[in-house]
């Protein structure tokens, strides 16, 4: 099983951008890097996914290394809102079967 | 409109009980999950259902019964609640089963006293 690994915590200034790392060392080629985020008390929360290539969404990006051992997901202008646990995943594609790590609990600070 | 919707939010009950947990999606998707938090924040999949058919149990005591009436409805049954059920649960839905992006419910708060 492909794994991914992220620091527990980090903390961001209100209004900066919040560059969260993933290091998916294992991932094979046909395994996608999906994003999703927990802001306390709800359900997890979608926010990108890709396989290669960056990508761009109203939310956020991410940025792929070419060799697809790690990612960083962009957050451009961080709020208060966006303070939460974000979960990087490597999504199998036989299955369906999304596994979460423990993420990292984001703080953003005014 | 939400798009999964799971009921009851909140849920206290005796050990030995039987309940169960109510999961609907609108958004047409094939493919429901549920999913188990507990205390330490770890999300585990516990079930997998595609077009009504179980395709994932994840290693689950079989006091946990998922039902699939049709494939918008997954609900979840518990048989004699015991004290390490204490969780939430999430439901999920995805359009098929690899692949595509999961949206989850809000979850159901259970606890077992």
């Known amino acids: 099983d492909a794994k991914t690994t992220q620091p527990t915590s980090m903390d961001c200034a209100e209004g900066r951008a919040a560059n969260l790392p993933c290091n998916h060392s294992t991932i094979s080629g046909n395994e996608y890097v999906y994003w999703y985020r927990q802001i306390h008390s709800q359900g997890p929360q979608y926010i990108i996914h890709?396989?290669?290539n960056n990508e761009t969404n109203e939310m956020a990006s991410l940025i792929i290394t070419e060799d697809r051992k790690s990612s960083t997901l962009i957050l451009p202008h961080a709020t208060l809102r966006d303070t939460a646990v974000y979960y990087c995943i490597v999504f199998y594609n036989q299955g369906g079967k999304l596994i979460f790590g423990q993420g990292t609990e984001l703080s953003v600070k005014p | 409109d939400t798009a999964v919707s799971q009921t009851p939010k909140y849920l206290v009950t005796q050990m030995g009980n039987d309940k169960s947990i109510k999961c609907e999606q609108n958004l047409g998707h094939d493919t429901m999950y549920w999913y188990k938090q507990d205390s330490k924040k770890f999300l585990k999949i516990m079930f997998s259902y595609n077009n009504k058919e179980l395709i994932i149990n994840e290693t689950v005591p079989n006091r946990f019964s998922p039902k699939s009436p049709d494939k918008a409805h997954l609900n979840l049954h518990i048989n004699s609640l015991e004290l390490g059920d204490s969780a939430v649960y999430f439901c999920?839905?995805?359009?098929?089963?690899?692949?595509?992006?999961?949206?989850f419910g809000e979850g159901s708060w259970l606890t077992v006293v």
């Open positions: 890709g396989l290669k």
């Open positions: 999920a839905s995805s359009p098929v089963a690899a692949g595509n992006t999961i949206y």
